[in-house]
């Protein structure tokens, strides 16, 4: 069972590169039982939505 | 459209692609430069424009062009100090020592809200201002000009692993700073 610290690196990571398999499933099983978590990612996805947004307002 | 009102269109956005170009080049002159070659290019380039899509969607990503240049150019006369991967650790302090969050994420609600606000906008980019450097080019490459993390590593000759960590700090950061000049004073959220 990874720990949230464990996480939340993986999260910003899956956002540069393609995590492996395994990865990808353990943080999607961490995700399903952890809030804090799951806002976390939120937060992720909110800035790049955000930031990609900038050039064309 | 006529040449006379293409050209005026381009001009009314200039003041946007210089703001855009600012923010990513971190400096007036070499700012002014590319946006000034980037309403050559448009002009020259006017046939090809088909209308289709918008003038602003087409002239933004040529300046992006423009902007991917200058920024390997300076790669290359330039290069970043690499960052230690051990300041990496300095967010240590949002985790207890067993792995749980000491300090747990806020719910930052309907991103949507927040993009409905000019200010919010404002934020941001005093929070991107605010990241070192060395940081901040490799975030703009990634997020705005949307390369490949694979091709910014090789741009900026630095290791994979480095690269990560350079992200990983810069959106650390930027999540600080939103949450601490924004959600914090309770405009995001609710």
């Not at chain 2, 448009?42 to 200058?70: C, M, P």
């Not at chain 2, 490799?138 to 960590?165: D, G, P, Y």
């Amino acid at each position: 069972m990874k720990t949230c610290k464990e996480v939340h690196r993986l999260v910003i990571e899956g956002q540069d590169r393609k995590l492996p398999l395994m990865e990808r499933i353990a943080v999607r099983v961490h995700l399903m039982m952890c809030g804090a978590c799951r806002r976390f990612e939120a937060q992720m996805q909110f800035l790049r939505e955000a930031v990609r947004r900038l050039p064309g307002r | 459209m006529t040449e006379a009102e293409f050209q005026a269109e381009l001009n009314r956005l200039r003041p946007t692609l210089m703001r855009f170009a600012v923010l990513q080049l971190r400096d007036e002159q070499s700012a002014e430069d590319a946006v000034q070659d980037t309403l050559l290019a448009a002009l020259e380039g006017r046939e090809r424009f088909s209308g289709r899509s918008q003038l602003k969607t087409w002239v933004v990503s040529i300046l992006r062009n423009k902007i991917v240049d200058r920024i390997r150019q300076r790669s290359r006369e330039a290069p970043l100090p690499e960052v230690s991967d051990n300041e990496a650790e300095d967010f240590d302090g949002l985790f207890e020592p067993d792995g749980h969050w000491a300090d747990k994420p806020a719910d930052w609600g309907d991103p949507a809200k927040s993009f409905e606000q000019g200010r919010f906008f404002e934020v941001l980019e005093l929070c991107m201002k605010a990241l070192p450097e060395n940081l901040s080019r490799v975030f703009l490459m990634r997020e705005v000009l949307e390369m490949e993390t694979e091709e910014i590593c090789k741009e900026l000759a630095m290791s994979s692993s480095n690269c990560w960590v350079v992200l990983y700090r810069a959106r650390m950061r930027l999540r600080e700073c939103l949450q601490l000049k924004w959600f914090a004073q309770g405009v995001g959220s609710e």
